[in-house]
């Protein structure tokens, strides 16, 4: 039986699952991430094999399994070959990840959306920093000249024709390579940290627009805040309409932070993308460790003005279930389930797969 996804967008998502001899349309979105970091699944075969059918057994349909990070695919890719000199990550060596993800997934009836976790980042602490050795045009600078660099990202900058189209054409490698449901950026992608962009080409692209005047200093600005996320709304629109044109059916997805927060400090306006109509499914990451937050973040997730319901389905709740050593308790899992079918949710999005196993399935064993 072949799987396929189908989408269809009026004022909302409606995901569907078909079956050569049945259809089937479920009344929930259960999705999770699976990386790359803290997780060994895509290390083997077996490992997808056995994650794919873990999730089957679970009533899982959708995984976003991670594509981009630091400066390295976990798919062979011809673009970052001819580039940077390397087309895969290099612990995948002579294998596809991705590829194997996608057989195994569908198999199961379950839809891929390949995730670009890093977005615009090129690097994080330590790491090696591939991407400005190769290409040292593409780093953002803040106020004080120095690379952009936050929570202990460096930053590429977005608003760079180079950079742009580097981004539009892994996500597009990845569409036409790839028989996927969809493609996902995240708090990464579009966005920058406010901080940024004072690099000599957004410097110049800002006086050309403002009769010769440089950028704020002051990176808060409120004109110059706008500036910058207006141009990353371009481009988030601009990829939306390239995937779109590539494959009409395949879902653009975004998983962004919660706004305003996404917007006062990553330039993130995404209710400009639902409303601009470039934004299939969106999954703000409300990300809290006790029920009173969770409800306060819930409950100020879509403001009126979007005039867009929890029932049109075109907007998930993406849980925090494991990060670093913090588990959510069941306790707390029942209850943010619970939570969000009040709210009229119906789906979430978990990061991350491990939080599944962790203590003998034990969260895992709340979703059965």
């Not at 909302?12 to 060994?40: H, K, M, Y």
Request: net charge negative; charged share 25%.
């Amino acid at each position: 039986m072949r799987f396929i996804l189908a989408f269809f967008l009026t004022l909302c998502v409606l995901i569907e699952i078909a079956f050569s001899q049945s259809t089937i349309e479920p009344t929930e979105l259960r999705g999770v991430w699976l990386t790359n970091v803290d997780s060994q699944v895509l290390d083997s075969r077996e490992g997808i094999r056995e994650a794919m059918q873990f999730l089957a057994d679970h009533h899982f349909n959708v995984v976003f399994p991670v594509v981009w990070n630091a400066a390295r695919t976990t798919f062979v890719s011809q673009l970052m070959d001819s580039v940077f000199g390397f087309a895969i990550d290099e612990r995948y060596s002579g294998r596809d990840p991705l590829a194997e993800v996608i057989e195994e997934a569908h198999q199961r009836h379950i839809a891929v959306i390949p995730w670009f976790e890093y977005g615009f980042a090129a690097a994080y602490k330590k790491k090696p920093r591939t991407i400005f050795k190769v290409k040292p045009h593409w780093a953002a600078r803040d106020n004080r000249g120095k690379i952009l660099t936050k929570n202990g990202f460096q930053w590429m900058n977005a608003f760079h024709p180079e950079v742009q189209e580097f981004m539009l054409a892994l996500v597009k490698e990845v569409v036409t390579k790839y028989d996927v449901d969809g493609i996902q950026g995240d708090d990464r992608l579009p966005a920058l940290p406010i901080e940024g962009d004072y690099s000599h080409y957004t410097d110049s692209l800002y006086r050309a627009e403002h009769n010769g005047n440089r950028p704020p200093k002051n990176y808060r600005d409120p004109d110059w805040q706008r500036w910058r996320a207006d141009k990353l709304n371009a481009f988030g629109k601009r990829l939306y309409q390239e995937v779109k044109a590539l494959k009409p059916n395949l879902i653009v997805s975004w998983a962004p932070s919660i706004y305003p927060w996404s917007y006062d400090e990553y330039l993130q306006d995404w209710p400009s993308w639902l409303s601009g109509g470039y934004a299939d499914l969106v999954i703000p990451q409300c990300y809290r460790y006790d029920l009173p937050a969770y409800q306060a973040t819930l409950d100020e997730l879509i403001p009126d003005f979007l005039k867009i319901a929890p029932s049109d389905r075109i907007v998930f709740p993406g849980i925090l279930m494991n990060v670093g050593d913090y588990v959510m308790s069941e306790d707390f899992l029942v209850q943010v389930l619970a939570y969000n079918r009040k709210k009229g949710y119906q789906g979430e999005v978990f990061f991350f797969y491990e939080g599944l196993r962790k203590n003998n399935d034990r969260l895992a064993k709340v979703l059965l």
